[in-house]
């Protein structure tokens, strides 16, 4: 294929500039069939013989649209059998996957993709996996962040080269400074083909709107280089992130009293003295090193272990997603991942006293509202979501509830459990006692005095960590999403 398209000399730019390609590697190209991964391919199997590599392409079949998917997975077979390539194709249940680990589709999708190419290149030799992210994809997920108010790690964007911890080989992205423009015009000049994902124009998906919607109209209203400047923020910000990682390293060593495996130690005295931004990275790195990753980590999350370092209780502990435990023991802050289900190593129920508490709780603005269960050890919070910013909700887990605000009246009452209460649990058809709820979920006698109960004018909306009210659910006209989150502090 001859080279006078602009777009290999950016591709070989960000190769050479990111040292993502040496002598002798082997490389697997991940190809969906969409414009983005059949550009990768052809410009890579150009590039090769420059680089001295070797190719292999990889699909995964995610099962999603049926008859189409089984068309992009034959396409793609038919593709690299064309050019010559191994190609290694898989086909997976992601939708099945995702209600196993309850996830968010798109987080199972990515799960499952991911897994697939780890395996495909520790068995077959590759050492490099490369993906078709390109500018557009970038700036997109940089915007997602901010609009979600993450962090800098969130708006340092998509990084060009990432190693995989489990195995010895790095995904590598070529095309991270390539326009999608550019993209399709070098596909349309070289007549390639390729296929359409219907999906990727559905408006319900946040990122779908931020492509279509969003980012058009701050190119038409504000700045028609909204996409190159969102890169340059993120080109910044990731070198900024690099720079401080190496200095909260030297922190996080300093204060290590020991790791083991799915174990890790602090001083607790030690971090209390750092710097705020400081201590929250250092948090962030323990989950990360014990967890494997940040996923599901909030904000609200680590602002639960700052409240634990602060709280001048000297043994205490807060429980996090995918079993994840922070314990403070006198001087001691201990990062765990537990082997079992946290929930059924806590207390045993036998030794739990019944309790009885309320609280009132008032309408959040833009701010979170929180309340601490002092009898109970649990925080709940508060927050408003414009329907549009709303997430996947259906994969949230049952510490997370989303109501329709139409359908709140404030304040709201929280207490515990009363002999008699009742509620319509989502997705069935009348009222049920919250006891015959208890049994039929297998919750023991002793804890069921402990279930905080939500309530809004009298009556029961959420059996706290359990199930909502089927008369709150978010609807079809709902505009403002009230999020209720449980925090085990």
């Not at 010559?84 to 898989?90: A, H, S």
């Not at 319900?204 to 209203?221: A, D, F, G, T, W």
């Not at 290590?256 to 005295?269: E, M, P, V």
Request: aromatic fraction near 8%.
């Amino acid at each position: 294929m001859q080279r006078s398209h602009k777009i290999f000399s950016a591709v070989k730019q960000a190769i050479t500039a990111y040292r993502m390609f040496q002598p002798g590697d082997s490389v697997l190209i991940c190809v969906s069939g969409g414009p983005d991964s059949v550009a990768l391919l052809h410009i890579l199997l150009s590039l090769a013989p420059e680089f001295s590599c070797t190719m292999g392409v990889a699909h995964l079949n995610h099962c999603l649209r049926k008859k189409d998917s089984d068309n992009d997975a034959e396409f793609v077979a038919s593709l690299a059998k064309q050019l010559d390539l191994p190609c290694y194709i898989k086909k997976k249940d992601v939708r099945k996957y995702q209600k196993e680990h309850k996830l968010s589709l798109e987080e199972a999708a990515r799960s499952v993709r991911y897994a697939f190419y780890d395996q495909v290149a520790e068995k077959n030799g590759f050492n490099k996996i490369a993906i078709g992210h390109h500018s557009d994809d970038n700036a997109e997920l940089v915007l997602m962040y901010l609009l979600r108010g993450s962090g800098p790690l969130g708006i340092s964007g998509i990084p060009p080269v990432r190693n995989c911890k489990n195995g010895n080989w790095q995904i590598v992205r070529p095309m991270i400074s390539v326009k999608r423009s550019e993209i399709i015009d070098f596909l349309e000049t070289k007549g390639l083909r390729y296929v359409s994902d219907k999906s990727n124009n559905d408006m319900r998906y946040l990122r779908n709107r931020v492509r279509h919607q969003l980012i058009p109209l701050l190119k038409e209203s504000y700045n028609p280089r909204i996409v190159e400047n969102l890169n340059r923020l993120s080109l910044i910000i990731r070198c900024e992130e690099k720079w401080i990682e190496s200095n909260i390293n030297s922190i996080f060593k300093k204060f290590t009293i020991s790791i083991g495996n799915d174990k890790i130690i602090l001083s607790a005295t030690g971090i209390d003295e750092i710097d705020p931004a400081a201590q929250r990275r250092v948090i962030r790195k323990a989950i990360a090193e014990v967890k494997g990753d940040l996923r599901r980590i909030t904000f609200s999350h680590i602002d639960s272990a700052i409240s634990l370092l602060k709280s001048g209780r000297p043994i205490a502990s807060i429980d996090l997603p995918d079993r994840i435990r922070i314990e403070r023991n006198k001087d001691l802050l201990c990062f765990s991942k537990e082997k079992k289900r946290l929930r059924d190593i806590n207390t045993k129920a036998d030794d739990i006293e019944p309790v009885s508490f309320k609280y009132n709780i008032v309408k959040p603005d833009s701010k979170t509202e929180s309340v601490y269960i002092k009898e109970i050890n649990l925080n709940l919070k508060f927050s408003k979501i414009n329907i549009e910013n709303l997430p996947d909700i259906h994969c949230a887990g049952q510490n997370i509830a989303f109501f329709d605000m139409a359908d709140i009246v404030f304040p709201l009452v929280l207490r515990s459990f009363r002999s008699g209460d009742y509620f319509q649990p989502l997705g069935m058809a009348g009222a049920q006692k919250v006891k015959i709820f208890f049994i039929n979920n297998k919750i023991p006698k002793p804890k069921r005095l402990r279930y905080p109960i939500l309530l809004s004018k009298g009556k029961i909306i959420w059996v706290v960590g359990l199930r909502i009210d089927d008369s709150v659910k978010i609807k079809p006209s709902t505009r403002i999403v009230l999020k209720a989150e449980l925090i085990l502090a």
